[in-house]
């Protein structure tokens, strides 16, 4: 199951909680499974681990896709690389993270991808304008 893999933060009580779904559009109804939202105008806080690994001298990627089924007037979703010593159950939106980035969302004038790097401590912004599809 995919709850023994992922850990939802309980930092905020109000979090959002995750639903295991194909979600109304789909090819395959047990093999479009992924982990879908399952409240609008929420926050949500899922994490998981994965084994220890060195890019050096190899590029590095990053990936994941967002299946929007609703309309979206503002919204954003995120993916962000934490060091290992993050707390998964305390996850909240100050947390120390190493990479973010993902979709942002906000009526007819903002289409952007956010990317942020942590550089010596600081979260640096990267300028460049990337532009989302919806």
Not at 15 to 34: E, M
Request: aromatic share 12%; glycine share 8%.
């Amino acid at each position: 199951s995919w709850t023994r893999r992922w850990v939802e933060s309980k930092h905020k009580p109000d979090y959002g909680r995750f639903v295991l779904t194909a979600g109304k559009f789909y090819g395959d109804a047990d093999k479009d499974k992924g982990i879908q939202t399952s409240q609008d105008a929420r926050f949500y806080a899922l994490s998981s681990r994965f084994e220890p690994f060195s890019n050096r001298d190899k590029t590095l990627v990053v990936q994941f896709t967002v299946k929007h089924e609703q309309n979206i007037d503002c919204g954003g979703g995120y993916v962000k690389l934490f060091p290992a010593s993050l707390n998964q159950e305390d996850m909240h939106g100050d947390s120390e993270y190493n990479i973010m980035f993902g979709p942002d969302i906000c009526g007819p004038g903002t289409k952007k991808v956010h990317v942020i790097l942590n550089y010596k401590g600081k979260n640096v912004l990267i300028n460049k304008d990337i532009r989302c599809k919806v």
